[in-house]
């Protein structure tokens, strides 16, 4: 009975020896994939992923309408994720405005809620602040409004 034991005992711990080290190889060359994929990713989309009426689809639809360019991140990308993933994929991160760019309302800032923001800009006064397209903001989620916003934390500007 001893000797079973020291065996099972041995074998587990061979086992879990292993098992981590397989695991310590798939987490780097899962690591290693990502960085080369991240080197060839495109930096513009073909086509808007966003659900409608929500303010990543209207950012992303106005922008192509814009400059006929769609953003080319696509997988679960919150507004507040957008500003990660324009520096990811090589676009334009300001906090000055622009026509024409998205502006990106981190989560609580100038009334975001939870998810953060995405508007247009259309317009852009002498103050720098904003006048901007969007939708999913106020009563009816579906209406484009026109919300005057402003630079400051919290606040970035994407372009390609």
Not at 54 to 66: F, K, N, S
């Amino acid at each position: 009975m001893k000797i079973s034991l020291v065996a099972l005992f041995g074998l587990l711990f061979l086992g879990s020896s292993l098992g981590a080290n397989v695991g310590s190889a798939h987490a780097q060359s899962h690591v290693a994939s990502h960085a080369s994929a991240s080197a060839n990713m495109p930096s513009t989309g073909a086509y808007n992923w966003f659900p409608y009426p929500w303010c990543t689809w209207w950012a992303d639809e106005r922008y192509h309408e814009l400059h006929g360019v769609y953003v080319p991140w696509s997988t679960n990308a919150d507004a507040w994720e957008w500003t990660a993933d324009a520096h990811q994929f090589g676009w334009n991160v300001s906090s000055s405005a622009s026509v024409g760019a998205i502006i990106n309302l981190q989560p609580w800032v100038q009334g975001a809620y939870g998810s953060g923001h995405l508007a247009v800009v259309e317009q852009v006064y002498s103050d720098g602040s904003v006048l901007a397209s969007n939708t999913s903001w106020g009563y009816n989620p579906y209406q484009v409004t026109y919300v005057h916003f402003y630079p400051g934390p919290g606040v970035t500007f994407i372009s390609w």
